[in-house]
């Protein structure tokens, strides 16, 4: 059975940083896109980065470009996101997921595996 668990989430002050990681089990899936996606209180769930089975194409929703970065190390199975400048808005439950083909996409329905979710706060 395939399972994603996400770690590394936890308690910032405003500016600080955070690592997540995501490792799966059940399958490889060294030739899958893999994706973070956050969702906070009363909001949808909501795209953040995703990143192709090679690591050759990367995205970022807008606000997070250039303070987070997304890799992978598929001799692991397991999916990251650094984060640095952390704000208030980046308050979130964050889960990962995997999409079905190699394909790229920051559609959530086109990612058919997901984890639980870690709480990252971040306080003023």
């Known amino acids: 059975q395939v399972q994603l668990v996400e770690s590394g989430g936890g308690l910032v002050q405003a500016g600080g940083s955070l690592r997540l990681s995501c490792a799966a089990s059940g399958r490889t899936f060294s030739t899958h896109t893999m994706g973070w996606f956050r969702q906070a209180p009363g909001k949808e769930r909501e795209f953040v980065a995703d990143?192709?089975?090679?690591?050759?194409?990367?995205h970022y929703k807008d606000n997070a470009k250039g303070r987070f970065t997304i890799s992978r190390d598929n001799t692991k199975n397991t999916v990251y996101l650094q984060m640095y400048s952390l704000n208030v808005q980046d308050t979130a439950v964050y889960y990962c997921a995997v999409a079905r083909s190699s394909g790229v996409t920051q559609l959530r329905y086109d990612y058919v595996y997901w984890g639980q979710g870690t709480q990252v706060t971040v306080s003023s």
């Open positions: 990143i192709s089975w090679n690591g050759d194409v990367r």
